[in-house]
């Protein structure tokens, strides 16, 4: 679900242009990931009260949630060219998965599985990917950002980078799952290629996520460890 692509450390890492983009790079992200989250966030309230949560999707996921996420294919070029300390491998799986969902769920399928004329579990499936993914990416952004500023970065926004995925991983790949099986039904209606390759993906992902989410965990306890050690 979430990429955990970081920019190489202040000692050992990029200098002069090469930092000054990568902190442009995590600003904007951080400024646009941010109005993705408060912007379909100010919609919630209104629209539950009024039964119309399919309207949140055709309101928030183009442009804005649609550029937003697709912007993120550069940190696959950032970890190739080495900008960056995240593998390449695991960094354009990560990025992959969630280009899957944007480009070949809801652009293909928005209005059926979520966005339709009525709620359905897959309006519900959307919104958890924008609170899991916005969220998890504006503590992220904001971190690096701070980091490449040259700035400490306060030690709760520490704690949150390395936290809050405990719990916003999982929801994130439930609703990307969810999103990918509602998607099932219109995949076959299109091509039976194309249900078969939706099918692969779910008998991939699931097992995947655990793996990737395991491994992750064991990372952020290796990096935790090392804080406090240096604290």
Known sequence: ???????????????????????????????????????????IPSNFTNNTLPSIFKQTFSPYLLVTQSIATLEILHSLLKLVRAPFLTTAMQVASRLLL?????????????????????????????????????????????????????????WLRYNTFYVLYPIGISSECALVYLSLGPAGDVSELLYWGLVAVLAIYVPGSYILYSHMIAQRRKVMRGKQRAD
């Open 1 to 43: 679900m979430a990429s955990s692509i970081a920019p190489k450390s202040r000692s050992s890492g990029p200098s002069g242009i090469t930092r000054a983009y990568l902190f442009l790079y995590n600003a904007l992200n951080l400024a646009t990931w941010g109005f993705c989250i408060a912007y379909t966030a100010s919609l």
């Open 102 to 158: 944007v480009w070949g769920i809801m652009v293909p399928f928005g209005g059926q599985v979520v966005g339709a004329s009525t709620t359905q579990l897959g309006d519900y499936a959307y919104l958890g990917c924008v609170g899991a993914w916005g969220i998890t990416e504006v503590i992220r952004y904001g971190f690096f950002a701070i980091t490449l500023s040259g700035n400490e970065v306060p030690k709760w926004w520490t």
